[in-house]
Every structure is written in C-alpha cells, then in structure tokens.
C-alpha cells in the first residue's frame, strides 16, 4: 500500500467522515474520496460501509487497519529517529496539556522560552483527551495522569494535595460549613461526569450528600474560575491558593485522597533533539518556582 493512501485511510478512520478526514488532512474532501476509491479498488474490496453515523469499517478494513497502523509507527519512528539527531534550537514543538497547567505553567514556559529561543515555535493544544505521543499528535505532553507506556519518558513535574476551597466573599454570605453536615446549605461545584477519575462523591473527605450542586464543570480551569468568582465551594490543589488571597482553604487538615499531579512526558526518540529538549528545560524550571 501507499503511504499516502495509508495515511488517507487513517484519517478517515478517525474522523469517520470523508470531509472529517480532509480538514485533519489539509486536502479538499474530492481527494480523499478519490484516493479512498483508489485503495478499494486496489484491493478488489470495500473498506467502509456509509450509515447514518458516519462511516463504519467493513471486515476487509479492520484487516488493513491493523496493518495501517503498523505503517504508521514504522513512519513515525522513522521521522523521530530523523530528528533525534537535530542539532538546531528551531523549529516547531507542538506541546499538550489541559488548560489549568496551561494558564498556569505552560503559557509562562513559553514567554521564558521566547526571551532565550526565539527561533522555537510552540504549537500548543489544550484538551482533557491524551493525545497519541507515538503517532506524532504531539511531541511532549504534560498531563495529570502518569502514563506506563515503556517507550516514553516521564518526569513528574508536581505533586500538590487538593483541598476544599472557597473565596472570602462567599463565606462572609454563606458562612463556613460545618464537618459532618454533608455541606447542607451550601453550594458546590464539581467536575461534569467522566472528566475526571479522581472526584467520587465527597469533598476533600466529607460527604457531599446535602449540598446544592450549583455547577458541574468540564476542565480544571472552569472549575477554578466557578470557585474563584465566589460562586460555590470546590477542590482545589493548593497551588492556587498561595497565588490567590482571595482564596481561602477549608478544613486545613481534610485533602483529597488523591493528589493533583503534573508528569512530562516525550518519546524517547525525540529527547536528544534540541529543540525539544530546551521546551523540556524551560517547563522543568517553570514548575520548580
């Protein structure tokens, strides 16, 4: 096969659309049913059947994507292993992590990387979802889960205990909750369902059975901002709290069982790239302030 089909292919694999494919692509919709006729007609079989979802791979195509995406890890290996050898602080990097540690911490990574390495060019994407490092959608990651995949490296880059929060204003109108009382008379704000694996039902320990859940949340940084407009009580990791006075922590002493943490991730065929490696620095230093 092609590579290019391969990659073709692919893209509409995932995208399950025909136009989905040709925006990932950068080519017109025209071309990718073309090459995609091409393909079929090569292998004397259809590859996807067209429902009212989208399109769905026949049992000919969950054949050849199995060997698709063999393709494509040999071609991405073989582009990293190119790189890794690249003795230039320049070019793109393309960075992912979620929106909290990009307004946080990446976002001034990358203001100090500007200042020494001008010539570095950072693509950033901030997603919940854990873009694939072995299929080039990002170059370094930094993500709040540690991953266990064997050809990655990983560095932790934080650990902060997550308490219960709220702002000044909103305990001089609602007063403090009392331990024990599952926060009745009290508003709370939590992740939306599915963003996170580490919120159960209680808050920092306590029960969160009597509470008014006043807004449920898809990232970090909405729930911070929900909190820190004096909305409702949520958790927090601490961090925040020593950079905003208006903030106040609940219960010093109750915490999350799990903490919040921030982990570097990158292929190992891309640390001795140059341009890479100085993101990895900057990020590094950035998160030890």
Same mark, same amino acid.
């Given at each position: ?17 025909l136009?989905?494919?040709a925006?990932?692509?950068?080519i017109?919709q025209?071309?990718?049913?073309r ?39 040999? %071609?991405?290996?073989? =582009? ?5 050898? #690249?003795a230039?602080? +320049? @070019? $793109?990097? &393309?960075?992912?992590?979620t ?6 911490f990446?976002?001034?990574a ?9 010539e ?13 490092l072995?299929r080039?959608e ?14 990655l ?14 702002t000044?204003?909103?305990l ?16 709370? %704000?939590?992740y939306? =369902? ?5 919120? #159960?039902?209680?808050? +920092? @320990? $306590?029960? &969160?059975?009597?509470?008014?859940v006043?807004a449920?949340?898809d ?60 993101v ?7 998160f030890?302030?």
């Amino acid at each position: 096969m092609n590579w290019n089909d391969v990659r073709i292919f692919l893209a509409i694999q995932r995208a399950g659309t025909l136009r989905g494919a040709a925006q990932q692509l950068v080519i017109d919709q025209t071309t990718v049913g073309r090459r995609l006729a091409a393909l079929e007609q090569a292998l004397g079989s259809r590859l996807f059947l067209r429902t009212t979802g989208g399109l769905v791979l026949t049992d000919t195509g969950q054949q050849v994507l199995r060997m698709a995406e063999d393709m494509e890890r040999m %071609a991405v290996s073989f =582009e990293r292993r190119g790189e890794g050898a #690249d003795a230039r602080v +320049a @070019g $793109e990097v &393309r960075v992912t992590t979620t929106d909290a540690l990009a307004v946080d911490f990446v976002v001034p990574a990358i203001e100090r990387l500007r200042a020494s390495y001008p010539e570095v060019r950072v693509i950033l994407s901030t997603t919940t979802r854990l873009l694939d490092l072995a299929r080039r959608e990002a170059d370094i990651a930094v993500r709040t889960l540690r991953p266990a995949q064997p050809d990655l490296i990983v560095r932790q880059l934080g650990c902060w205990d997550v308490g219960l929060y709220a702002t000044r204003g909103y305990l001089a109108k609602h007063g403090e909750p009392q331990p024990g009382t599952g926060f009745a008379g009290h508003d709370i %704000a939590l992740y939306q =369902e599915g963003v996170t694996g580490r919120q #159960d039902d209680t808050l +920092a @320990g $306590e029960s &969160r059975a009597h509470g008014r859940v006043v807004a449920e949340l898809d990232s970090s940084l909405m729930l911070t901002t929900f909190v820190r407009a004096g909305l409702a009580i949520g958790e927090l990791p601490e961090y925040l709290a020593l950079r905003d006075p208006a903030l106040v922590r609940l219960w010093p002493e109750c915490r999350r069982a799990k903490p919040y943490e921030a982990w570097l991730v990158l292929h190992q065929d891309l640390a001795r790239t140059a341009r890479v490696r100085v993101v990895v620095e900057v990020l590094t230093s950035v998160f030890g302030d």
